[in-house]
């Protein structure tokens, strides 16, 4: 099988680069092997589950099936949690993920009669922000529009604080000791990098790793690819890379997660911002 095939649980994808007529089916017959096997072991595809999405400007849209039954096309799907788009957008995750973060807020809000901080921000922490951070190095927003609504979940949670009365944003989360959710953002964006750079995370490797580089800084700067696009810029490949190069020399010594948070907490990019 040429294309790329991946499995989590009872989940099956096959992908493939399409740029001809030659390559559609190519992938076909990758649908077609696989079928095969599912016959051959008594297994049977519900083709009504089955979907196909295609990315990708000037893509052609081929028309793929399954056991002689055509693959519906969807221009989204739901993937472990996550709504990927075909444009590779992430307007309607970030919706999504509102919507339900603000839904367990207002039954916070509605069953908890307490207003104390001691109360309200441990049943945040754990029951509405991880809708807000599920995965976010993958579907990281980059518009406004997003980034804004995103905050707009803390910025109500923080409110229902009663010490936090009369307080801006910015205010409450000094008070609190907490940090917006953008900070947040690219703070876990520079601790995943470190896992990944450092061997901690065992994934392929995604950067190279500037040599002969005589600027300031440290020894394990990295090489950014260039984008016209938007869209590829804000990818965590691309986006983490000005923030990790401009921390200071001592990052190349230090070998532990836990290290590396103080680190970026107190010299990091991020230190000046809320």
């Known amino acids: 099988m040429g294309g790329k095939i991946s499995f989590f649980a009872d989940d099956c994808k096959i992908m493939r680069v399409v740029n001809d007529d030659g390559d559609s089916k190519k992938l076909q017959n990758d649908l077609d092997k696989l079928y095969g ?3 051959d072991w008594d ?7 089955c979907h196909v999405v295609h990315f990708g400007y000037g893509n052609g849209c081929a028309e793929y099936s399954v056991g002689g039954e055509v693959i519906g096309m969807l221009d989204s799907v739901k993937d472990l949690g996550i709504t990927v788009c075909n444009d590779f957008k992430f307007s309607t995750h970030c919706s999504n993920m509102v919507k339900k973060a603000n839904r367990m807020l207002g039954y916070i809000k509605s069953s908890i009669s307490s207003r104390r901080k001691n109360v309200i921000l441990p049943l945040y922490r754990s029951l509405v922000r991880p809708h807000l951070e599920y995965a976010v190095q993958f579907w990281s927003p980059h518009f406004r529009n997003d980034i804004s609504c995103i905050e707009k979940v803390q910025r109500r949670a923080t409110r229902m604080i009663e010490a936090m009365k009369g307080k801006t944003y910015e205010e409450r989360l000094e008070s609190l000791n907490m940090f917006s959710l953008e ?6 964006d520079l601790i995943e990098a470190f896992k990944i750079i450092k061997g901690i995370d065992n994934v392929r490797k995604l950067w190279d790793v500037k040599t002969n580089d005589r600027t300031r ?14 869209l590829r810029q804000s990818f965590f490949t691309l986006r983490t890379v000005n923030d990790w190069n ?7 010594t230090i070998d532990s ?3 590396f948070k103080r680190f970026i907490d107190t010299k990091g990019p991020l230190v000046n911002l809320v």
């Open 43 to 49: 297994m049977s595809f519900n083709v009504a589950k």
């Open 183 to 188: 900070k947040r953002r690219r703070r876990e």
């Open 246 to 252: 401009s921390l200071d020399n001592e990052v190349s």
């Open 217 to 230: 800084g440290h020894e394990l700067k990295l090489v950014k690819t260039r984008s016209r696009l938007l």
């Open 37 to 39: 096997w599912a016959d």
């Open 257 to 259: 997660i836990g290290g």
